[in-house]
């Protein structure tokens, strides 16, 4: 297992909340009770659940009534209602001597980072048009103004990229606000594709059947990493050299890179 390698796996990727909605069985067990078939499952707030458990005497306590967001007796960590992306793609981030095992001890997690189809950028990313009077997909908004472009048909993913480019190219719209609509999704997609800080992108690649995509590098997650080692057979790819260190080298910066505001005259001297 190296840095670049690339894993085709459904994988939930929750966003960060202040919002404590604790799963539960409704006695307060441990959410991994319920799905043992101990309880029955149920929502809490945290407050709620704290005091369901001060109520709960000694005799009748389990080792499973454990305190808010304390680990399980089995290890787990507590079970939470977050809002989540569901990735199909993503790639290995953490450098290769941490996580392969070969040179000394692997570490315990490993750094990821999902990678975006074009597909589901066009299927997620809803846009104000101004020839319409609703929020569309960018995707929904061409099926609707280019029906005979291939887009309406089920593309495998790899596809999507070269139809989607022609479609764009070849579209002449005569109103000008659906002009500008157009002008707006293309613009969008080249600032998205030609990112040099906050994305890295991909070229597709029919020989592994990776379609054309863009590495984000805002949305860092950590996995087991023994979750990687189980799923090895969903390793479709691997970043091959020298890209493989161009990506290493740019996620660096991104992450490491200092804003300072423009000077107004001579400045960095005390």
């Given at each position: ?35 043992e078939g ?87 990313t809803r ?25 309406l048909s ?117």
């Open positions: 297992m190296e840095q670049g390698d690339i894993f085709a796996l459904d994988l939930v990727t929750p966003l960060a909340s202040q919002s404590q909605y604790i799963f539960r069985t409704r006695d307060g067990q441990h959410g991994h009770a319920v799905f101990r309880g029955e499952g149920y929502v809490f707030e945290r407050e709620e659940l704290e005091q369901l458990l001060a109520r709960i005497d000694r005799p009748s306590r389990t080792e499973n009534h454990t305190p808010p967001f304390a680990l399980a007796p089995n290890g787990d960590p507590e079970m939470v209602i977050a809002h989540a992306h569901l990735r199909r793609y993503f790639t290995i981030a953490t450098q290769t001597c941490d996580v392969s095992g070969l040179d000394k001890q692997p570490l315990a997690a490993a750094i990821i980072l999902p990678i975006q189809t074009l597909l589901e950028i066009c299927l997620t846009l104000e048009f101004v020839s319409e009077d609703r929020k569309m997909t960018i995707h929904e908004f061409l099926c609707k103004h280019c029906p005979d472009t291939g887009l089920t593309l495998p993913p790899a596809q999507y990229g070269r139809v989607l480019r022609q479609t764009i190219t070849d579209w002449t719209p005569s109103p000008k606000k659906l002009l500008g609509d157009r002008n707006r999704v293309a613009n969008l997609l080249k600032k998205m594709l030609q990112s040099k800080t906050s994305v890295y992108y991909l070229r597709e690649n029919d020989a592994f059947g990776l379609p054309e995509s863009i590495i984000d590098f805002t949305a860092a997650y950590t996995v087991h990493r023994d979750i990687l080692i189980e799923n090895t057979t969903s390793r479709v790819a691997r970043i091959a050299s020298p890209t493989r260190e161009d990506f290493s080298h740019k996620f660096a910066h991104f992450i490491s890179r200092v804003a300072i505001p423009a000077p107004s005259g001579p400045a960095g001297f005390l």
